[in-house]
Nanobody, 116 residues
Framework: QVQVVESGGGLVQPGGSLRLSCAAS????????AAWYRQAPGKQRELVAS???????NYADSVKGRFTISRDNAKKQVYLQMNMLNVKDTGVYYC??????????WGQGTQVTVSS
């Protein structure tokens, strides 16, 4: 079983930065894909960014050029560097780690609030 824990959320002013971390533990093996999702109040969860086991990345149009997803395989961690944050980035950010059909795990989420 794979456990996922997010951290790094908080309150930040518009234009500021945050770095989210996602730590995976358990029987994760060495090959996994990962993604960050977010859910704003009253809205559906949406994909923010993803990274494959080989390091290929994909971003939602709304965050391209501002967010960067990365990973440290040795530490089994995934990161989301978020720059130039705006109020529309507010929401709960979730980390998803998977290697289907072996596992598909989600964290509990970390709150990001962008407000002046």
């Amino acid at each position: 079983q794979v456990q996922v824990v997010e951290s790094g959320g908080g309150l930040v002013q518009p234009g500021g930065s945050l770095r989210l971390s996602c730590a995976a533990s358990g029987s994760i093996f060495n090959i996994f894909h990962a993604a960050w999702y977010r859910q704003a109040p009253g809205k559906q969860r949406e994909l923010v960014a993803s990274i494959t086991s080989g390091g290929g990345t994909n971003y939602a149009d709304s965050v391209k050029g501002r967010f960067t997803i990365s990973r440290d395989n040795a530490k089994k961690q995934v990161y989301l560097q978020m720059n130039m944050l705006n109020v529309k980035d507010t929401g709960v950010y979730y980390c998803n780690v998977w290697n289907i059909p072996v596992f598909d795990s989600w964290g509990q989420g970390t709150q990001v609030t962008v407000s002046s």
